[in-house]
């Protein structure tokens, strides 16, 4: 199974970016998926998830309102949409696949690293302010 995260980069205070990350070599729709992130000496935190059809989303409340996730499983693509980047975003963001088929479960589920068995390579944030 490999993850392949993309769409990193510098952007200023305020602004957008989009993240993207594509999975292979599994059934890519039956899985949630999670976006997690790691600012320099800092562990590892949960962003956002969303559950194998997508119709359900969960977000750390330090991006609730700001942050979207979503997945194209015709692509094999999960996406996260970051607005309102505040220097405190910046971080490497990595993408993880869920270890379990086909959960439904709740928020604390997602956010806990734990649960998922599968992780991209990390794409580079910069917030300047």
């Known amino acids: 199974v490999q993850l392949q995260a993309s769409g990193g980069g510098l952007v200023q205070a305020g602004g957008s970016l989009t993240l993207s990350c594509v999975v292979s070599?599994?059934?890519?729709?039956?899985?949630?998926m999670g976006w997690f992130r790691q600012a320099p000496g800092k562990n590892r935190e949960f962003v956002a998830a969303?559950?194998?059809?997508?119709?359900?989303?969960y977000y750390a409340d330090t991006v609730q309102g700001r942050f979207i996730i979503s997945r194209d499983n015709a692509k094999n693509t999960v996406h996260l949409q970051m607005n309102s980047l505040k220097y405190e975003d910046t971080a490497v963001y990595y993408c993880?696949?869920?270890?379990?088929?086909?959960?439904?479960?709740?928020?604390?589920?997602?956010?806990?690293?734990?649960?998922?068995?599968?992780w991209g390579q990390g794409t580079l944030v910069t917030v300047s302010s």
């Open positions: 993880a696949s869920d270890a379990a088929v086909r959960t439904i479960n709740s928020d604390a589920y997602y956010a806990l690293r734990a649960n998922y068995a599968h």
């Open positions: 070599g599994r059934t890519f729709s039956d899985y949630a």
């Open positions: 969303i559950n194998w059809r997508g119709d359900l989303t």
